[in-house]
């Protein structure tokens, strides 16, 4: 209490964020003072942490309170349906939204999953994988089959789909297709993958396999991922960020902090009041 000194306070990783073998390709994010709009109306307000390179970060709170808006805001997309950020979001340290900065590119390097599996329904398995890739162009066939393979497998999806390449994708389960859309993602080589609710229109069984895959990427990737489930935070993420909007309906940041440490010792008394199911 001695300090007079204002000092913005960024919540930092905790002891197990030093622990990663540092290897080049995933990187880490910064999040400074954000705050986000549409039109007039702000959604999230004065947001700042940091994502944790090789980790999976959980977004959660009550529906409404921002989380779909603050992970858009993480790679451009918020900016897409016309809404408005203040702030500065990093990644490993360059700010994705310095003028000089290609919103394609941040989305390239940031890649996202939806809620619901959104396959190109006209496209194959194969070109649903390369659709992204197939846009910056010049990649000969052994090349793209190369992508597409390796895509398929990181997703867990390759023995599943190596037979049916050409079939639509749209002929996928439901569980199939999310994990189509992630190989999508990751055949752009992504540093960071982004995820809103990836499980919440999948059966348990199509869960428990994405929340698997989780596990395996996490080796390469940085993951951010929103979702309303929280056992599924505390069983896929190792840190977490509550988020909760006042009466004036704008998201902020209530409590950031390693997963274990939030779901059992929370220091907010709305943390607590959130994960043991009093409101939201
Ligand atoms: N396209 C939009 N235009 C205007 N307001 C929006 C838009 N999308 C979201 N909002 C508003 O911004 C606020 C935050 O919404 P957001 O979708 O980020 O919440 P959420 O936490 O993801 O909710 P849910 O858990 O229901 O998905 C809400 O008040 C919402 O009504
Ligand atoms: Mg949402």
Known sequence: MGSKQVQRSVPQPGPAANDAIERTQAAGMQIRSLSAWYGTTPAIRDISLDIVPRRVTAIIGPSGCGKSTLIRCLNRMHEVAGGRVEGRVLLDGEDIYAPDVDPVQVRR?????????????????????????????????????????????????????????????????????????IARALAMEPQVLLMDEPCSALDPIATYKIEELIEELKEDYTIVIVTHNMQQASRVSDYTAFLLSGEDRVGELVEYDETKQLFTNPKDKRTEDYITGRFG
Not at 117 to 128: G, Q, R
Not at 133 to 150: N, P, Q, S, W, Y
């Open 109 to 181: 390097l940031i890649g996202m999953v939806f809620q619901k599996p959104n396959p190109f329904p006209m496209m194959s398995v194969y070109d649903n994988v390369v659709a992204g890739i197939k846009l910056t162009g010049g990649l000969g066939k052994h090349a793209l089959d190369e992508i597409v393979e390796r895509s398929l497998i990181a997703a867990a999806l390759w023995d599943e789909v190596k037979g049916k390449l050409k079939q639509s994708g749209a002929l996928l389960s439901g569980g199939q297709q999310q994990r189509l859309c």
